[in-house]
C-alpha cells in the first residue's frame, strides 16, 4: 500500500479584530465619548432645575388652595400644567436631538474605520475580517486590532459633534 500525504493550504487570509474596543479607546472615539457626557451632564442640570422650579411651584399653588376662589386656583392649575407640558415637550425634543447626535457622531466613526479596515484588507491581501465578538477561538496572531487602532488614531484624532 502507498501511503499519500498531501498539504492543503489555504490562500485564504482571514483576520479579526474588536470594533467595540476600537470604539471606545481611540481618540476619535474617546473625543465622542467625552462629548457626549458633557452634553448628557448640561442636559441633565438644565432640566433637573426646571423640574425643581415647577415642583416648587406646584407645592406653592397647593398651599394656595384655601386662600385662593375656586375658579382663580383652577386657573393657576391650569397655567401649570401647560408649563408642565411645554417642558416635557421640550425635554423629549432636547433628548431626541442628543440621540440623533450621538448616532450621526457613531456613523461617522464607523466609516471612517471601515474606510481604514477595508484599505488595510486591501494591502495586507487579506480576504476575510471578522468582529472579535464573532470569533469563539483563534489565534492572537490573527486579531489586528491594535494595528487598526494606531491606523485610525494617526489619522483621525477628533470627531465634532454638531
Given at each position: 500500500?502507498?501511503?499519500?500525504?498531501?498539504?492543503?493550504?489555504?490562500?485564504?487570509?482571514?483576520?479579526?479584530?474588536?470594533?467595540?474596543?476600537?470604539?471606545?479607546?481611540?481618540?476619535?472615539?474617546?473625543?465622542?465619548?467625552?462629548?457626549?457626557?458633557?452634553k448628557?451632564?448640561?442636559?441633565?442640570?438644565?432640566?433637573?432645575?426646571?423640574?425643581?422650579?415647577?415642583?416648587?411651584?406646584?407645592?406653592?399653588?397647593?398651599s394656595?388652595?384655601?386662600?385662593?376662589?375656586?375658579?382663580?386656583?383652577?386657573?393657576?392649575?391650569?397655567?401649570?400644567?401647560?408649563?408642565?407640558?411645554?417642558?416635557?415637550?421640550?425635554?423629549?425634543?432636547?433628548?431626541?436631538?442628543?440621540?440623533?447626535?450621538?448616532?450621526?457622531?457613531?456613523?461617522?466613526?464607523?466609516?471612517?474605520?471601515?474606510?481604514?479596515?477595508?484599505?488595510y484588507?486591501?494591502?495586507?491581501?487579506?480576504?476575510?475580517?471578522?468582529?472579535?465578538?464573532?470569533?469563539?477561538?483563534?489565534?492572537?496572531?490573527?486579531?489586528?486590532?491594535?494595528?487598526?487602532?494606531?491606523?485610525?488614531?494617526?489619522?483621525?484624532?477628533?470627531?465634532?459633534?454638531?
Amino acid at each position: 500500500f502507498f501511503l499519500v500525504s498531501s498539504k492543503i493550504y489555504a490562500d485564504e487570509k482571514i483576520l479579526y479584530l474588536d470594533m467595540q474596543y476600537i470604539m471606545n479607546n481611540s481618540f476619535a472615539g474617546k473625543s465622542i465619548i467625552s462629548q457626549l457626557d458633557k452634553k448628557q451632564k448640561n442636559f441633565s442640570i438644565k432640566y433637573k432645575d426646571l423640574e425643581v422650579k415647577l415642583k416648587e411651584e406646584e407645592i406653592k399653588l397647593v398651599s394656595q388652595k384655601n386662600i385662593l376662589i375656586q375658579k382663580e386656583f383652577l386657573e393657576k392649575i391650569d397655567i401649570l400644567k401647560k408649563k408642565i407640558k411645554a417642558h416635557n415637550t421640550e425635554k423629549a425634543k432636547t433628548l431626541d436631538l442628543f440621540n440623533k447626535q450621538k448616532i450621526k457622531a457613531k456613523n461617522q466613526l464607523t466609516e471612517e474605520l471601515m474606510q481604514i479596515i477595508s484599505n488595510y484588507a486591501v494591502q495586507n491581501s487579506t480576504s476575510l475580517i471578522l468582529k472579535k465578538q464573532s470569533i469563539v477561538i483563534g489565534k492572537s496572531t490573527l486579531e489586528i486590532t491594535d494595528d487598526i487602532l494606531k491606523i485610525l488614531d494617526n489619522s483621525v484624532k477628533n470627531i465634532k459633534i454638531k
